[in-house]
């Protein structure tokens, strides 16, 4: 059964099978798609040919299906080496063939990201991967995905760092085209921004913390992120990586203060994923990568990984 890009996929999450629902009935229910007579058919190989470059959510599903649950990732951020959060081994294969056609292309990741692939102060028109927030992505073959343009001038009075009021030009909310491996229920989306994303002014005690472990945080509940106490529980689901206690690449805990100044730190950051991602209705769990584990170095980027919310837990948020 083909499918499209834009259609609706559900999970269940006692199978693990998948059912796509074509774009007329993206009006159904999620929650009673398991009560329904006749299901969609699930989702098998045969139906969703490998392709080359970016993935659609399809191939996620089905060739790339993810190897980290919601509460193992949150932890995973929460543990303070960010390292620990990987795509899927065979994924990050496909992605390293592709950027060296796009190397050739544009000359490096960052000409290819400024000139293309960002559209600053826009809805995100060349994602294969459609989120369900209104206007962080709109379909791509409704889109105009014409040729690079010139990357625009900076506008004047530019602020040194990003800011939960930074200018929507100077931002690209779009989705990862090359997520982690998360759970279906789960968004990968970036924050790119033309001014650095970590405060330059911050404290001298706690720079080269956040310069090794970078900076994250959670939105949308009110329970303490997973404690990096459990981790030990959650390596295995790391075997394939070789990741071990004793690789962890973190800072030693600091003090009270200290730990008050690295969350300060995040805070311009956290109150635009609040305004953007609505606590009533989405759960994130954010990061920004410290220098050593940037991808792309020369542009500055916020990933968020984002789930929404069961009516449920709305209703619950509600009576908070």
């Known amino acids: 059964m083909p499918v499209s890009s834009f259609s609706m996929i559900y999970c269940d999450p006692d199978s693990g099978a998948c059912y796509v629902y074509p774009p007329d009935d993206m009006t159904i229910d999620l929650a009673a798609a398991k009560a329904l007579d006749a299901a969609p058919p699930a989702l098998t190989p045969a139906d969703v040919p490998l392709r080359e470059g970016p993935p659609t959510r399809e191939e996620l599903l089905v060739h790339y299906p993810a190897r980290f ?108 085209d090359w997520p982690y491996s998360v759970p279906p229920e789960v968004e990968h989306a970036l924050i790119w921004t033309r001014i650095p994303a970590i405060p330059t002014d911050l404290p001298e005690t706690i720079r080269p913390r956040v310069e090794q472990d970078g900076l994250w945080g959670f939105t949308g509940t009110t329970s303490a992120p997973p404690s990096p106490s459990l981790l030990p529980s959650f390596l295995p689901a790391l075997a394939d990586w070789g990741v071990t206690m004793d690789k962890l690449v973190r800072s030693p805990k600091g003090s009270e203060e200290e730990d008050e100044l690295v969350r300060q730190a995040g805070t311009q950051i956290e109150t635009f994923i609040k305004r953007k991602w609505v606590e009533r209705e989405w759960e994130t769990a954010w990061f920004v990568n410290p220098p050593r584990l940037q991808s792309v170095p020369g542009l500055a980027h916020i990933h968020v990984f984002a789930r929404r919310k069961t009516p449920e837990e709305v209703a619950a948020w509600q009576d908070l």
């Open 69 to 176: 649950i919601w509460q193992q990732l949150k932890c995973f951020v929460n543990s303070g080496d960010l390292g620990l959060l990987k795509r899927d081994k065979k994924l990050q294969q496909r992605y390293d063939l592709w950027t060296v056609g796009v190397r050739a292309k544009y000359g490096s990741m960052v000409s290819y990201l400024k000139t293309y692939r960002l559209q600053w102060g826009k809805p995100d028109a060349r994602s294969l991967l459609p989120s369900s927030l209104p206007g962080l992505t709109t379909p791509k073959e409704a889109s105009d995905v014409g040729e690079p343009q010139a990357e625009p001038e900076l506008p004047p009075n530019v602020p040194p760092y990003f800011t939960a009021d930074t200018s929507p030009e100077l931002i690209s909310i779009i989705m990862n």
